[in-house]
Nanobody, 118 residues
């Protein structure tokens, strides 16, 4: 059984920074693309950033220049460094991973709340 466990959310003032982490745990699997999504109240879940197993990255326009996604393949962990945070970044952030056991399947983390407020 593969699980994604997230950490690093919290309350931060506008202009501040947070770093989210998401680790895939279990055995006998490999991980392809990993990504971060977010969902604000009353809005649809949206992609924030993604990273391939070869570390090719993709960012939503709202994240470009402020957020950095990275991964540690040895630890099956993906990170999201968020700088210059704005109130509109407030949302529940979800980790997503394409995990291969026998077949490839999408897994989601439990979500971590990020609140940007003074």
């Amino acid at each position: 059984q593969v699980q994604l466990v997230e950490s690093g959310g919290g309350l931060v003032q506008p202009g501040g920074s947070l770093r989210l982490s998401c680790a895939a745990s279990g055995s006998g699997f490999s991980v392809n693309d990993m990504g971060w999504y977010r969902q604000a109240p009353g809005k649809q879940r949206e992609l924030v950033a993604s990273i391939s197993s070869s570390s090719r990255t993709h960012y939503a326009d709202s994240a470009k220049g402020r957020f950095t996604i990275s991964r540690d393949n040895a630890k099956n962990t993906v990170y999201l460094q968020m700088n210059s945070l704005k109130p509109e970044d407030t949302a529940v952030y979800y980790c997503n991973a394409e995990v291969v056991v026998i077949f490839q399947r999408n897994y989601w983390g439990q979500g971590t709340q990020v609140t940007v407020s003074s």
